[in-house]
C-alpha cells in the first residue's frame, strides 16, 4: 500500500482477519490523503466489528453505515480453506484478479459505499491448492495477469505489481492470497 504523489497518508486500507474462514478487505476512501483514509479505515473496523455477517450483508449495512461519509469503494473477501471456496462481495472500483483452476471474475457493483446502491452482487467460487487471488484498488491498472508474477511469493508480488503497475496520482493498495 502506499499514498498518491504528494501526499503523506494514503486514502486506501487493508484488512486481514486471520481464521478459518479468513476475511480479506481492500477499502478505498474517495479522493486522496486522510480525508480519504477516514472512511477506508472505518469501514475495515466496521468490518472486524462485523465479521460474523457474510460479504454482501457486510456491504448492505455499510451502506446505510457510511451515509454521512465521503463514501469509498471497497471489496470483502471470505476464504474458506477448508471448504475450498470464497465469497466476494465489492461495491465500486475494486478489482479482483485470478490464476486458477476454474474460472474466477467476480465484478465489483457500481456505485460508493455511503450512496444508494441498487443491487448488491455477490460471488462464490470453488478454490484449489496452488491458487492466487489478486485483490487491489484502482491506483494500480488492471491491466495484467497474475501469472506475469506468480513466481513470486505474496508479498513480493504485491510489491512488484504496485511497483509495476501502480498510478503515481491515485493512492494504491493490493493483496496478493496464495492457497
Known amino acids: ?25 481492500v477499502a478505498d476512501g474517495l479522493g486522496h490523503g486522510a480525508g480519504a483514509a477516514e472512511p477506508a479505515q472505518a469501514f475495515c473496523h466496521f ?6 455477517m ?7 449495512a455499510a451502506s446505510t453505515e457510511f451515509v454521512h461519509s465521503r463514501g469509498l469503494a471497497a471489496a470483502v473477501l471470505r476464504i474458506d480453506v477448508a471448504a475450498g471456496k470464497f465469497s466476494y ?19 465489483s457493483t457500481p456505485g460508493i459505499i455511503g450512496r444508494p446502491v441498487r443491487k448488491i452482487l ?8 496452488g491458487d492466487i487471488l489478486v ?5 494500480i491498472s488492471s491491466r495484467f495477469e497474475v501469472e506475469d508474477f506468480a513466481e513470486l511469493d505474496s508479498a ?14 491515485d493512492d494504491a493498495s493490493c493483496v496478493v492470497i496464495r492457497l
Not at 468490518?47 to 460474523?52: I, M, T, W
Not at 462481495?89 to 465484478?107: E, Q, Y
Not at 485483490?135 to 491506483?139: Q, R, S
Open 1 to 25: 500500500m502506499r499514498p498518491a504523489e504528494g501526499q503523506i497518508v494514503s486514502g486506501d486500507a487493508l484488512l486481514v482477519l486471520e481464521g478459518q474462514p479468513t476475511t480479506v478487505v
Open 47 to 52: 468490518v472486524r466489528a462485523h465479521s460474523s
Open 54 to 60: 457474510g460479504p454482501d450483508r457486510i456491504m448492505s
Open 89 to 107: 462481495c465489492g461495491v465500486g472500483n475494486i478489482d479482483l484478479h485470478a490464476r486458477s483452476s476454474s474460472p474466477i471474475r467476480p465484478i
Open 122 to 129: 455477490h460471488f462464490d467460487y470453488s478454490l484449489t491448492p
Open 135 to 139: 485483490a487491489h484498488t484502482d491506483g
Open 156 to 169: 513480493p508480488m504485491a510489491a512488484a505489481i504496485l511497483e509495476r503497475l501502480g498510478r503515481s496520482y
